[in-house]
């Protein structure tokens, strides 16, 4: 069935490490894909997008590509900071007519001093 | 500020009482969104609206009751018959007119039901 995998955590890194968070979807076309991010009780903030394919999407140092060929939307940032410390969420559009997201399960990544 | 707004931040109830949940909006957004979340599941879908009157159930609604009564307004009850209730509860919204499918999503609300 249709479904989003993320890579599972916890992923702890020292400051200024290079961060790697693996996505893939599957779909039956080019879905609309996401990067959320959600701080320690808080609700869920938007963090990146790419609406087709071979879009790059990019915010706060964070980057991911939309890669059609491997089903893919990797998170990558070069050098992450304490302040990342959160967890992730992977999420592609629903191709059924409805503007429904679907999730990963999230990645808690720790960033220590 | 645009924005969602959920009241309130944290709930309490005994077992066996329905509470309702508050989400607005005043973004303009035609459709909203109620998800629970519990630790290692990520987020799950109980119901979604897409215009006002109109609402469907998602992917584990039983439990649970909305209602669209307003465009910036899509209460969830958790009833007593939802087996258990505790968790975090996200709600969400998006503009129809875009195909991006992006969503809002709100603060959150932590009930707990002892």
């Known amino acids: 069935g249709d479904s989003v995998t993320q890579m599972e955590g916890p992923v702890t890194l020292s400051e200024e490490a290079f961060l790697t968070i693996n996505c893939t979807y599957t779909?039956?076309?080019?879905?609309?894909l996401f990067w959320y991010v959600q701080y320690p009780g808080e609700g869920l903030q938007l963090l990146l997008k790419a609406t087709k394919a071979d879009d790059k999407g990019s915010n706060k140092g964070f980057e991911a590509t939309y890669r059609k060929e491997t089903t893919s939307f990797h998170l990558e940032k070069g050098s992450v900071q304490v302040s990342d410390s959160a967890v992730y969420f992977c999420?592609?559009?629903?191709?059924?007519?409805?503007?429904?997201?679907?999730f990963g399960k999230g990645t808690k990544l720790t960033v220590n001093p | 500020d645009g924005g969602i707004t959920q009241s309130p931040k944290y709930l309490f109830r005994k077992e066996g009482q329905n509470v309702t949940l508050s989400c607005e909006q005043n973004?303009?957004?035609?459709?909203m969104y109620w998800y629970r979340q519990d630790p290692g599941q990520g987020l799950r879908l109980i119901y979604y609206s897409q215009i006002v009157n109109d609402f469907q159930k998602g992917d584990i609604a039983e439990g649970y009751s909305v209602s669209r009564e307003k465009k910036e307004s899509f209460p969830l009850t958790v009833t007593s018959a939802q087996k258990n209730p505790t968790a975090f509860y996200l709600c969400?919204?998006?503009?129809?007119?875009?195909?991006?499918?992006?969503?809002?999503f709100g603060p959150g609300t932590r009930l707990t039901v002892t």
């Open positions: 969400a919204s998006s503009p129809r007119d875009r195909g991006s499918h992006e969503q809002y």
């Open positions: 999420a592609r559009g629903n191709q059924g007519g409805s503007e429904k997201l679907v």
């Open positions: 779909a039956t076309g080019y879905p609309s």
């Open positions: 973004l303009n957004h035609d459709a």
